[in-house]
C-alpha cells in the first residue's frame, strides 16, 4: 500500500502551493491511518496467541507431503441409450444420451463405475492383516475394518480424545440393518440400532467397544424406538462432573420431530443412559454438532429454520442442557452437516447443503468469536478434480479432529453416504490444514486477508506424519 502511495502522482487540482503541501499531508495521514488501522486488527486478532502471525503463514514439515496437490481422472463410461447397429433398419435410431452427470452414476447402484466409489472389500483397509506398505495408510472411500475384521460401523460420527487415556475414541451411528423407505418419498433409512463407539492409539486400528447407547426394540414412545432416527452422535468430556455427555440428532421417521437427545455415561465406552429429547431454544433442530472450547464452555451448533440457517448456543455447566445464549448464523445459507474446530483463536467450520444423502460442495466459514458474526470463505477442496472438489469427494462433513503436536493439521472425516446400502456407507478421511492468507478477504479488513486457508486435500492414499506419535 505504501508503495502505491509513494509513486502515484500527486494529485494537485487547481490550487496554490500551500494547498498542495496540506494535501499530501493528509494524504499520508490517512495512509498512515489505514496502516496503523491494518496493524491493530492483526495485532487484535492474535490477541491471546502470542502474535505468532509467521506460524499462519508457515506449513510444518512433517506435513509437507500431505499439501501436495493430486489429480484425479476418471474414466467415464459411454453415454447410455446408444444407438446398436444391430437394430432393425426401419426403426428410428434413438438419440445418443448425453453422458449420464457423474453424480447421478454415484447414487445409481447399478452404475458401471460403481466400484470407483465403493471399492469392494477385496481392498479393504485391514489393520490385522499383514499390511505391510500399506499399514497406517488411510485409503478414503475403502471398507474399513475394526480389529476384529469386521467393517467400521459409525458413521455421521466424531472422535474423542481421551488424554489421561492416550485414548481416541470413535463414536458413530451403527447403521448394519437393512435400508429401506418407510414411505414413497420417505428418504433412504435404517432402523436405530443404537451408537457404537471404537477406540485406537493411532487413529487407524479401531478395537470395537460396543454399542454404548442402545436403540429401544419394543417401547415405541421411546425417542430411541427403532422406526426413529438417532444421527450424528458427539461426545464431550465435563471436567466438573467427570461425565461423558453424548448429544446426538432425535428425530421420527419423517424429520418432523427435529430434536436433540442427549445421554450420559462415566466412561468413554459407556454405557450411557439416555436422559431425554427437546427442541433447543424452542427451535427445530436436525443436523448437529457440539463443540467444547479451550475454557471448558461447550457449544451446540444445529440446523435450524428448516435448515435455512444454524443456531450456535451454549450448553449449561453441566453439558446436558441449553442455556438461553443462542445466535443465528449463516442465515439463508441452507447449510447442515457442521464440523467446527479452533486454531489460534479463530474458529473454523465446514458445512455442507442441503441435498439429502447426495453429495454436494463443502464450505468453509470462519469467526473471530464463536457466537459470530460468521464469514464465509469458499469451498476448502483442493486436488482430485472438479467434480471431487464440487462434491466434497463425494462425501459430506461430520467431524474435524485436531492432531495433537501438529498446529494447523486436522483429519476431515466425511461420510460417503451409499444411499442404496446406508450400513456400506464409507469414511473419507483427508488432511485438513489451516495456513496461509484466504481466498476471500473480508471486506472489513481494508483488503488484507484475516482469515487462513483452511485447505482439505484430496489424496488416494496417505498417512500421518512417521513421527507423529498419535499423542
Ligand atoms: C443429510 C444429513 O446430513 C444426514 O445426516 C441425514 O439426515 C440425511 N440428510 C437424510 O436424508
Redesign the pocket.
Known sequence: MRMRNKYRKPTTFCCNAGSICSLSAVVWGLVGCVIMLHLYSLIHHQDGVGGEIQMRLNRHPLTRELEEVEEESFQIPPPRGKWSPHAPRNKPRPRPRPATPLIEEFLDKSSQIRHLFFPDQRTAIDPMKEAGNDSLYFYPGRMWFDTNGKPIQAH?GGILYVERLGMYYWYGENKDGPTYHAHKKG?ARVDIIGVSCYSSKDLWTWKNEGIVLMGEETNETHDLYKSNVL??PKVVYNDKTGKYVMWMHIDDANYTKASVGIAISDYPTGPFDYLYSKRPHGFDSR?MTIFKDDNGVAYLIYSSEDNSELHIGTLTEDYLDVSQVMSRILVGQHR??PALFKHQGTYYMIT?GCS??APNVALVHAADSIMGPWETMGNPCIGGNKILRNTTFFA?STFVVPLPGLPGSFIFMADRWNVAELRDSRYLWLPLMVWGAADQPLEYNYGFPLWSRVSIYWHRRWKLPDGWSGQ
Open positions: 455421521g428418504a444421527e450424528r443436523d447442515e452437516a455442507s439429502g444423502w459430506q
